[in-house]
């Protein structure tokens, strides 16, 4: 989910760069035989470039929360233990390099023109949004897995969710384990998620929530 959310934010960045250095720098735009300084509904441009990308943040912040909230109510799980350290220094390192391009790609946009302050803010919120739920996640113990008899859900900077309907196969491969489903689905879930000392007892419940019948539970994994 981060990974498309950021790429969503790169591709609307894209124009709305473009868009500031035209108007900031007053360059000629040929096929509207004009200048970046004189381009229609400029303001209107900046406002529905900033509301898509506020939009795209505000979603993203809202299924973080939820999923934190979800799997913070550990009596609802079998198994419901925090991420790894490994994980947690990963989530710190990748938070600190969103948080640092959004802050300077949000300054950078004000700077080359006032006009596109709108979407200068909504790339600060998703800085500032980072900051929170990072802190609230790695200081309150709430970035966690869970699992279910009918689902696994993983909650850090990203939340994961793998139902065991129409589930036809669990594997792993190198540091990533893989759920195939019919009809070609297949999802992944980090293993390194998973606290050394609880992998054993993970796999070993995650086993008995499938259909041994339906599902190829690949011995590896134990």
């Not at 390192?93 to 391009?101: F, Q, S």
Request: charged share 20%; hydrophobic share 50%; proline share 3%.
């Amino acid at each position: 989910m981060n990974r498309f959310i950021n790429m969503l934010l790169l591709f609307l960045l894209v124009p709305t760069m473009l868009m500031a250095i035209y108007v900031g720098f007053d360059l000629p735009v040929s096929f509207l035989k004009t200048t970046g300084a004189h381009i229609p509904y400029r303001e209107e441009i900046f406002l529905v470039l900033g509301l898509l990308i506020l939009i795209v943040n505000v979603r993203r912040s809202i299924r973080r929360w939820m999923g934190m909230r979800i799997v913070s109510k550990q009596m609802k799980f079998k198994w419901n233990e925090p991420v790894s350290k490994t994980r947690k220094r990963r989530i710190i390192t990748y938070t600190i390099l969103e948080v640092l391009v959004m802050t300077f790609v949000g300054v950078a946009l004000y700077i080359v023109t006032p006009l596109a302050w709108f979407p200068a803010i909504a790339f600060i919120f998703g800085a500032a949004d980072n900051i929170v739920f990072t802190t609230v996640g790695l200081s309150g113990n709430h970035y966690r897995i869970g699992l279910s008899s009918k689902a696994l859900i993983i909650a850090d900077r990203e939340v994961i969710l793998l139902y065991f309907k129409g589930l036809r196969k669990i594997s792993i491969q190198q540091q990533s384990i893989y759920f195939d489903y019919i009809k070609g689905l297949q999802l992944t879930f980090p293993s390194d998620c998973i606290q050394d000392e609880h992998r054993s007892e993970f796999f070993k419940l995650l086993e008995e929530q499938i259909d041994q019948e339906r599902v190829f539970f690949s011995k590896n994994l134990v």
